[in-house]
């Protein structure tokens, strides 16, 4: 574990601005406030994998709007007028 001026003193590789420290689920992750990069130590990546994949939850069914909308349903044919008459 690293402290916080320590990693300030870490420059970005990109645009060479001070790296930022925050803790995420027990990793720390080393981040770029101007470019958003992420560094990780040794390790760290393989604690989020581990992490990650524990709690994955199913897919869930996606939703379409256009099945509960009744201009979708089939609409029954119309009847011709000799049809409404003789019926």
Not at 2 to 31: F, K, N, W
Not at 60 to 76: A, F, L, V
């Amino acid at each position: 574990m690293r402290d916080q001026a320590a990693v300030s003193a870490m420059l970005c590789p990109v645009c060479h601005v001070g790296l930022s420290m925050t803790d995420r689920q027990g990793v720390e992750i080393d981040y770029c406030p101007q470019c958003r990069g992420v560094w990780l130590d040794r390790g760290e990546l393989d604690k989020i994998i581990e992490r990650s994949a524990g709690g994955v939850p199913p897919p869930q069914p996606s939703y379409r709007p256009d099945r509960d909308d009744g201009r979708y349903y089939q609409k029954k044919r119309k009847k011709s007028f000799l049809e409404e008459l003789f019926d």
